[in-house]
């Protein structure tokens, strides 16, 4: 049955809303939106993702023991919506029921990678999807400084055309990523004439308080600084510390004497060193510009440290009080768009939401990355099917999940990251491998020719069994053996086993720092 949405349009029945959603999971086209003057506006829907079966799809381990292992899915459609239980079940969810879901929460973080494509198209569908049910949040972006919210009020009462908004954004230098990337939801935005805000400390306030801290922001900016700056909790205290110290080891320029880099997870979901092919999810880049991002002038490691850590908390700080704001104006929920380091686990934006509105109820949604189709596999893997790699997230990573599958990501630097001297020569931005999980180890899918990785002996077709002691059965084993060895100036050995060895394994080693 139609039912009327109110804004722009209020009192007109709008019985395309389903047909919006369906149009974003199944294909791109112009649906017709409620005008000013009684007519229809057109507006660009997302391009396709493809929508799954209405009928849940209940998924269980194939083996006994951790539920994590030996697991074997169906080949999900991108843009599927489901929940994972701590055993590891997958139960495929009816964007509906999802929306619903959705409508019982104050908060909906919508958390993304931000070059994938993908994860995009399937905010956009989130958004539609609580269209349907006669819900009208408001949308909040960490892309967006909070002085651009001028433009995007201008934007929300009709007066800036889609196609003008990443000029007078002026997007190419306040975020920097492709803009059509996050077209579909702007779309629906536009559409739906949806309040938008931005939610971030603007640029230039971060880089200065990556460079001379807090006391050194100019009184005119003073006023885009959060009422508080929430520390981060200790466990993504210990997180953040071992990636600084990563990432600093890297900034000395010893990357070519064999220290391991990963993605720049702001949870420890990514693999040391990894440009991930399937099962877990790249937490997306905290960065207020990719192109520019702010860096600590080095003092002490430990001075540059507390600085990298009170950027990051200014960003999420920022970002939390602001929804807030947004809630207590807008009256309704609110679904805010984030980088996935952001949202996972509920340590960035969410628990400062938390602490700043406690009766808040939020609900965190991630993309799980799984592998490409089995015919877009490497030649490494056999072309053998890519389901049986598709272990599944992380429960307590968040409360629901869409399928996308793996986009190649270059690596970002993180803001507040320190500048130190390049020791000898330019560093190399990871380990070189391309990896893919699956049940017994991580299997090597690509060497790049000349990096780390092809020094230390490793082979395409190589299944890595263990760093150090540890047994690899998820990435996130690799990312924080590889942390902490070279937070500690310590070698890191994988032991592998080549395609062609039933039983022989050998042992490679990466120098660490000394």
């Given at each position: ?160 055309p889609l196609a003008k908004l990443p000029d007078t954004l002026d997007w190419g230098k ?53 009422p508080s700056i929430i520390a981060p909790a200790p466990e993504q205290r210990a997180t ?251 070698d890191v050995r994988f032991t592998v086993r080549g395609p062609g060895d039933a039983d ?11």
């Amino acid at each position: 049955m139609a039912r009327p949405i109110g804004g722009r349009g209020a009192g007109v029945f709008l019985p395309c809303v389903p047909l919006l959603l369906l149009v974003l999971l199944a294909g791109g086209c112009a649906v017709a939106r409620p005008s000013d003057s009684g007519g229809t506006g057109r507006a660009p829907v997302a391009a396709p993702v493809t929508a799954a079966s209405n009928a849940p799809v209940t998924v269980t381990a194939t083996t006994p023991g951790d539920a994590r292992m030996g697991m074997t899915t169906p080949r999900l459609p991108d843009g599927t919506l489901l929940t994972v239980a701590a055993s590891g079940e997958i139960r495929t969810l009816d964007p509906a029921d999802a929306a619903r879901q959705a409508l019982r929460h104050d908060y909906i973080l919508l958390g993304e990678s931000h070059t994938s494509a993908c994860d995009h198209r399937a905010q956009a569908a989130f958004i539609a999807a609580m269209l349907a049910q006669g819900a009208r949040p408001a949308i909040g972006f960490e892309m967006v400084p909070r002085d651009g919210q001028p433009a995007l009020d201008e934007f929300s009462r009709g007066a800036t055309p889609l196609a003008k908004l990443p000029d007078t954004l002026d997007w190419g230098k306040t975020w920097g990523y492709d803009f059509e990337l996050y077209k579909p939801v702007f779309a629906v935005a536009d559409w739906a004439r949806l309040p938008v805000h931005g939610l971030n400390v603007p640029q230039r306030v971060v880089r200065q308080v990556s460079r001379g801290g807090l006391e050194s922001v100019a009184e005119a900016d003073r006023a885009w600084l959060p009422p508080s700056i929430i520390a981060p909790a200790p466990e993504q205290r210990a997180t953040l510390t071992a990636i600084f110290r990563e990432h600093a080891a890297m900034r000395a320029g010893r990357v070519g004497q064999g220290a391991v880099q990963g993605q720049q997870p702001a949870a420890p979901t990514t693999a040391t060193g990894v440009s991930p092919a399937a099962p877990t999810v790249p937490a997306a880049t905290p960065s207020p510009a990719p192109s520019a991002p702010p860096s600590v002038p080095m003092g002490s490691t430990d001075e540059a440290l507390e600085r990298f850590l009170l950027v990051q908390s200014l960003w999420d700080s920022g970002m939390a009080h602001q929804a807030v704001r947004v809630r207590v104006a807008h009256g309704g929920p609110v679904v805010i768009l984030a980088g996935g380091g952001h949202v996972e686990f509920g340590w960035g934006i969410a628990r400062r939401i938390r602490l700043l509105d406690p009766d808040a109820r939020v609900l965190l949604v991630m993309p799980w990355r799984i592998a490409p189709d089995a015919e877009g596999a490497s030649p490494a893997a056999g072309n053998r099917p890519a389901a049986a790699a598709d272990a599944p997230p992380d429960a307590a990573q968040a409360d629901l999940f869409w399928v996308c599958r793996a986009e190649p990501e270059p690596p970002r630097p993180m803001p507040g990251m320190p500048v130190m001297p390049d020791g000898g020569g330019p560093a190399r931005p990871r380990l070189g491998l391309l990896l893919q999980q699956e049940a017994d180890g991580a299997r090597v899918q690509q060497v790049e020719p000349g990096s780390v990785a092809e020094r230390a002996g490793f082979r395409p077709g190589d299944l890595i069994l263990r760093v150090g002691d540890r047994v690899v059965d998820s990435m996130r084993v690799l990312h924080e053996a590889g942390a902490a060895a070279v937070a500690a100036g310590q070698d890191v050995r994988f032991t592998v086993r080549g395609p062609g060895d039933a039983d022989g394994e050998r042992v490679l080693t990466v120098p660490g720092l000394k």
